[in-house]
């Protein structure tokens, strides 16, 4: 339902009236979960102020922006969770002087780890891999 009405060049421009009903549309569409306020204005070619006041108006309540309480579900998915193994790389880590170069193509990835008395070299090396 378009209820916007236009203007010639020159003339005035009036106030927009809404229906009731067009009004009634919009509250009952904000009050869906997962739906915005603002989406629904911008949708339909009005502010999101003008449709929060419309909802206060109806007397309903403006949709919470606090995520839904999930204590319940939290503790139900923690009683099924079970044992994961992780594995480690047996690689000792480099040491906070070392300079780490790592090369991702695709699902390979190509870690070099240099020692940092000899910084000319790896970028050398790594000039050379990027060319």
Do not use: Y
Not at 12 to 35: I, T, Y
Not at 61 to 70: G, N
């Amino acid at each position: 339902m378009n209820t916007i009405e236009t203007t010639v060049k020159g003339e005035r421009r009036r106030r927009r009236r809404h229906s009731d009903e067009f009004k009634a549309n919009l509250v009952a569409a904000c009050s869906r979960p997962g739906v915005s306020i603002a989406s629904v204005a911008l949708a339909n070619g009005i502010n999101a102020n003008l449709l929060r006041r419309w909802i206060e108006q109806g007397g309903q309540r403006l949709p919470s922006a606090d995520p839904v309480d999930t204590t319940v579900d939290m503790l139900r998915d923690q009683a099924q969770a079970a044992f994961v193994p992780v594995q480690f790389d047996a690689t000792p880590p480099p040491t906070a002087s070392d300079i780490r170069i790592e090369l991702k193509r695709g699902a390979t990835t190509v870690v070099v780890n240099w020692p940092s008395s000899s910084a000319a070299a790896s970028a050398a090396w790594l000039r050379e891999i990027l060319r």
